[in-house]
């Protein structure tokens, strides 16, 4: 069996109760931050052999850290300037056991000199716990390290670790960042994921009985969380062991169009188009591996999902905003079909009328907004993104994939995935539309809601990221096979 990897993410509680109870097993906090320490000093001699150093070191055990990497790197003959926020007689703890130890002067005051003059800097100043901005001389710290290679103890100073946002206006633009045992939440979430840099997850010795014994419920999204939910191609398998994906044609056919071609790109096993009669050659057209039908009302089209066998049903892509598309999806959310994804004019048209969705809104549904539109839908909701869209989950009872550079998977009992992998070219028109299809796809495969809807947000991004920066939509449709081919064996 492969081994799979932990892709939790902590809040930051779950980080102090991860360390509080590895303190409880048995492990000193002093053992954990002189492998911080370690940790830290490491990736600085990965990045020089040798030059000048300054730490700079805040109140906490931000701070320790920072006492415990200065150490080591001026053991390695490197040239340390250290920086106290704290005469070292106020700090208390693990920080001050290593405060004591550090063997070199402590500056208490910083000009711009000393930043010009070092190779690189360590900004052990505040940890993911931060609740305030920086003060003025911090906001200085950070001017005066733009163009310097910095390297961030758990996160950059001026960074929330719970949601990625900075804290006031001002944060430090890291190089590197290392974290000990996993990712925080605020690693994945933008702003922070950018000004974190490369991320370096070290192992100080908390146990993984202690992690695994936390209540977590937020991961980063790898394909660990469902490539064993692909269908795989068998000998005696067919068409209708992948499933039978609906799209709703509306009237801007582009959007239906690349929607019904990334379902089958994804593998469902048959793809039906439902159009208007002026927009039915259109689809024909568009490819021989899509069925076209005429639109259907609401006792039609029951009739119809029941004798097709109708595996997931798309709505929205291209549809228009019009009192007969609202009623036909309030129709089909209270019969509650099959699998249903709502993208687009299916949840805009509801704008003047959010509640009258909420109310539809299930189990069996995903809802694709981006953040106009989930503002729209969910105008009460307040906090970070993540926070926002688990609390819209819970309150419509229904998969949220709140959409993004950092998109957000959330389902109702308060489950969250973090995608991280989506390079900024996805932010195009009709790629939106690609997204529906996919996850209509997956559905049509017999993957879970949540999975689906995570695998496809993957898959997605995984598809733009090899085609690159001239990417449009329509190049994603073509991709996706590539993409997902790694997991059909």
Known sequence: MMCRGDHSLLSVRDMYQADSLAIKSGVSGVSLMRHAGQAVAQVVCDIIPEGRVLVLCGPGNNGGDGFAAAAVLRERGYEVQLYSMLPISEFEGDALHFALEWQGSVVCELGVEN?????????????????????????????????????????????????????????????????????????CL??????????????????????????????????????????????????????HSLVWGGQMSGAGRLAAMSAVRVGSGLVTVLSSDTDRLIYALTSPSLMVEGHKNLEELKAFLKNRKISSFVLGPGAGRGHAFKSLVSSVLENAFVPLVLDADAISVFEDSPEQLRTLLNDQVIITPHEG?????????????????????????????????????????????????????????????????????????????????????????????????????????????????????
């Open 190 to 243: 933008y702003p922070g994921a950018d000004l974190c840099g490369e991320i370096v997850v070290a192992d100080i010795g908390i146990p993984k009985e202690v992690t695994a014994s936390l209540s977590l419920n937020c991961q980063e999204n790898h394909p660990d969380l469902w490539c064993d939910q692909i269908p795989r191609y068998q000998y005696g398998r067919h068409k209708y062991d992948f499933g």
């Open 373 to 489: 539109e989930f503002k729209r839908l969910f105008p009460e909701v307040q906090g970070g993104r993540l926070e926002r869209a688990r609390q819209a989950a819970r309150a419509a009872g229904c998969i949220v994939v709140l959409k993004g550079v950092d998109t957000i998977i959330a389902s109702p009992n308060a489950q969250a995935v973090i995608n991280t992998n989506a390079p900024y070219w996805l932010a195009k028109g009709g790629t939106g539309d690609v997204l529906a299809g996919i996850i209509t796809g997956l559905l049509a495969q017999g993957l879970f809601l949540f999975d689906a809807a995570c695998a496809g947000v993957w898959l997605h991004s995984d598809a733009a990221q090899r085609i690159g920066s001239t990417m449009i939509a329509d190049d994603l449709v073509t991709c996706i096979g590539k993409s997902i081919e790694p997991f059909r064996s």
């Open 115 to 187: 930043f010009e003059q070092a190779d690189v800097i360590i900004d052990a100043l505040f940890g993911a716990g931060l609740t305030r901005p920086l003060d003025r001389d911090c906001c200085n710290y950070v001017g005066w390290s733009r163009e310097k290679c910095v390297v961030a103890v758990d996160v950059p100073s001026g960074v929330s670790g719970d949601t990625g946002e900075v804290v006031g206006s001002v944060a430090f633009r890291a190089n590197k960042t290392v974290t000990f045992s996993l990712k925080k939440t605020g690693h």
